[in-house]
């Protein structure tokens, strides 16, 4: 660029003006020196006039000199400017043949990559090359084999084009065919809804005229082919139906017919011998009963089907929490009540899978006409001939979910929080403790908590005593919570409730436990001569240094006593049962006061004692007899 640019006559011009601008400014300079130097000298020897004229003479030497740097000023500039320019152009060529070099680089590299590529036969997935030379014959005359290659690969092309578009066609008919489809389906599904609400509109004109749906033609014509149980059932439900007018009720047949009629036609003439495996234990017959009761806000399904090879009958619920369980005592339809099960499948061993195609209940079978010898099993259905009518089975089945309806109302309160129970006592109880927290647990969460039990003999009623009293099994089919209780230090009483599937029948059963504090421990001392004997942990943790004890406290094995066997006796005469857990966990915490109460004797002044005495008997108990309410 410094060849360019001396070549440049623009350039040479420019740099001999500059030449000549210096010479200028130098000449100027030195004239603005002699002026300076005559104009002081005349000055001096009194020559004004001369000295005036030299004064404007170096004025118009100063503006010269001035006008002169402007112009050096702007050809400076002009020269910067062109610099930058010719800057920006070289690092753009710059740029441009990095560019170009990359890219020869990159090919280059493609080219070698090419070059060490070892293919295979890359017309082994093409058209074969007798079909393309018997439909290409004429474009291929005089070709050589590079150029046949070449045809072939496009010819390849062209069909795989055609083919990728009829691919994109039939993609776009079958999204269209979905769409319809699952369109027809919605409008299936909905036309279930549809018929139920009209059906229910419609219900004030069918019970004028004396019409039910469990009379259509299409259902009657379908029930002969159910197996001989299920129609027993379906005629008892249909008559009680037809007699009652009860519109809860409802009662419809599904499965396949065909099916179900080759399968009633070989039951009847024993043509079913098909040989007895673990998969067709619990094969069904190919029609069942799908049986709706609805009891105000709430309903149930039922849908109850016959197993062929157990020849028993089954019931599955669509609710989440089977309410049919022990709906008569120890029938929870968990134990096939066939006997000859064992000896059928030659397994002495063979235990009934509920999650299978439900529970098999003695009252189910006893409405579906089947009688069984009892063998192993001691229940109050099979220990007697009464028979079993669906009248009292749906009284109980509609008590039931008012019970759990009623049940789950007091559930969502005490999660609150609040307990909705009160009780009335003779005596003035003061409030010392809190429901903290109470929540519903699973069966495997509920059997990893251990509750501390203290060493000695167990009260009647409590959790581990050996006589008839109730006990917590953890029971798969009953429902678990956790209650938390808390007082004004950090004492923490825990209780694992178990609500049984008879509720409420059968009442929870509470086990309790507590953490108690460093600072609160001396107030459950029992009296001193007894504490080593009674309590040797609580002694121990006494006289230690630790912050907690996670043990059971003395009088909390008398309240959980009093708790699981007196629990009936506190209900008012117009209270209902189905209230008793939110009035057992009143009382819980009445008698947790209580027993603060008694505690605090001695160290807050103006504590009293219930009743005037706050033990009773050789062990030294705390009072809390169940007369107190």
Known sequence: RGSDSGGDPDSKKRRIVNQDDTQAIKVLINDIKSNIGEYVAKRSNAEMDSAEDIYKQTLILFVKLKQLNRDIVNQTSDVSLETKHCQERQEDDDLQLQNYLYEKNHYRREIITCQKYETGDIFEDLMPLDEFLVSNQNDIDGLDEHQINIRRLRNELELREEMQKQLKELNEKKEELIDKYSQKMKMINNLKN??????????????????????????????PYLPQPLYILFTVVTAYIDASGDVNVKIMIE?????????????YNNNNQSEMTTENIYECHPLS????????????????????????????????IDSLIDLFPNDSGEISPNPASSIIFEDENFTFDINVRGRAYYWLQQLCGLQF???NHQHSLMQTDTKIRFSVLLQRIKERMGSIDELNEQIDILKKGKIPAEISTRINIRNFTELNTFKEISHNSASKITLAKEEGELEDGEVGAKDDTPKIKLNPNSRYFEAIFRNRPKDEFRALVEIPPSYPEHPPVFNISTKVSRKTAPKYEI???????????AYKF?????SELSVEVPNLKYIESELNTNCYSFLGETT???????YQLRKLKMCLDIHFEVANKGVESGTRTPQGRAIRGRDRRPYFDHKLW
Do not use: M, W
């Open 194 to 223: 549809e018929l139920k609400s009209i059906d229910e509109v419609s219900s004030p004109l069918q019970k004028l005229f004396d019409v039910s749906i469990t009379k259509n033609q299409e259902t009657i014509d379908t029930a």
């Open 255 to 267: 499965g396949d017919i065909e099916e179900g009629k080759r399968c009633t036609h070989e039951l």
């Open 289 to 320: 009963i799908n049986l709706s009761i609805s009891q105000g806000n709430s309903s149930i399904t039922l849908n109850i089907y016959y197993l062929i090879s157990l020849g028993i009958v089954t019931l599955q619920s669509d609710s989440p």
């Open 373 to 375: 010898l009892n063998v």
């Open 527 to 537: 009296p001193t001569i007894l504490k080593e004997l009674a309590n040797e942990e």
């Open 542 to 546: 006494a006289t230690s240094g630790k």
């Open 576 to 582: 209902s049962k189905n209230e008793i857990l939110s």
